[in-house]
């Protein structure tokens, strides 16, 4: 499948438009609902393969791949099971109870490694799992995303030292919709 194949079907299963409240507060006309794709296993698999890809050229010493949750977790699966990388889930808060991780799955300090997001509008929850990810003592440069909203994440995580590579921009994809966009509720 062609990029822009993949990225017309991003738009045909995922584009909502309506009235939306974004996790940084910001209001919006649209919205990707990425569970809309990451549901589908035949989008999940051509993502994993692109992101697995996208991966080892930006970061090709990466040891594992980092998923924050909840949306990125089945990205970064699909990604690791491309790539053969092991993957690590970053919760937004360390559990309470058992464990009591923030970080999920085996690593080691001084592990490199690369983010994987869905959609980063601000950055401002990539920002809070490179904190985490450092804290423990991992080393991150380097963040992949589904979709760069273009509204100031990559630009926020450039001051953190973190540089984002995204698979599509939004303004690509919302020159590309064509109305394709669903009515949302
Ligand atoms: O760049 P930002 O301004 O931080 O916004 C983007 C973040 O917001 C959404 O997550 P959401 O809060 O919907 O969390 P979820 O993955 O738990 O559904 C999205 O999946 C990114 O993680
Ligand atoms: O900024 C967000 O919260 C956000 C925007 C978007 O288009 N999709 C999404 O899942 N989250």
Not at 53 to 71: H, M, Q, T
Not at 81 to 96: D, H, N, Q, Y
Not at 152 to 161: H, K, P, Q, T, V
């Given at each position: 499948?062609?990029?822009d194949?993949?990225?017309?079907?991003?738009?045909?299963?995922?584009?909502?438009?309506?009235?939306?409240?974004?996790?940084?507060?910001?209001?919006?006309?649209?919205?990707?609902?990425?569970?809309?794709?990451?549901?589908?296993?035949?989008?999940l698999?051509?993502?994993?393969?692109?992101?697995?890809?996208?991966?080892?050229?930006?970061?090709?010493?990466?040891?594992?791949l980092?998923?924050?949750?909840?949306?990125?977790?089945?990205?970064a699966?699909?990604?690791?099971?491309?790539?053969?990388?092991?993957?690590?889930?970053?919760?937004g808060?360390?559990?309470?109870?058992?464990?009591?991780?923030?970080?999920?799955?085996?690593?080691?300090?001084?592990?490199?490694?690369?983010?994987?997001?869905d959609v980063?509008?601000?950055?401002?929850?990539?920002?809070?799992?490179?904190?985490?990810?450092?804290?423990?003592?991992?080393?991150?440069?380097?963040?992949l995303?589904?979709?760069?909203?273009?509204e100031?994440?990559?630009?926020?995580l450039?001051?953190?030292?973190?540089?984002?590579?995204?698979?599509?921009?939004a303004?690509?994809?919302?020159?590309?919709?064509?109305?394709?966009?669903?009515?949302?509720?």
């Amino acid at each position: 499948m062609t990029v822009d194949a993949l990225g017309g079907l991003l738009v045909e299963h995922a584009l909502l438009e309506g009235d939306f409240v974004l996790r940084s507060g910001r209001r919006s006309s649209w919205y990707l609902d990425k569970y809309r794709f990451e549901t589908s296993p035949d989008l999940l698999r051509q993502l994993g393969d692109r992101l697995a890809e996208a991966a080892r050229e930006v970061e090709p010493g990466a040891v594992r791949l980092a998923g924050p949750a909840l949306g990125a977790v089945a990205l970064a699966a699909s990604a690791s099971m491309a790539s053969g990388l092991p993957f690590i889930i970053v919760r937004g808060e360390t559990k309470e109870y058992g464990t009591a991780n923030r970080i999920e799955g085996p690593f080691e300090r001084g592990d490199l490694v690369c983010l994987v997001e869905d959609v980063v509008t601000s950055g401002g929850a990539l920002a809070a799992s490179v904190s985490a990810l450092r804290d423990a003592g991992l080393i991150v440069r380097n963040a992949l995303c589904v979709v760069d909203r273009e509204e100031g994440g990559s630009d926020a995580l450039a001051r953190l030292g973190v540089r984002l590579r995204a698979l599509y921009r939004a303004s690509d994809l919302l020159a590309a919709r064509k109305g394709a966009a669903k009515p949302h509720g």
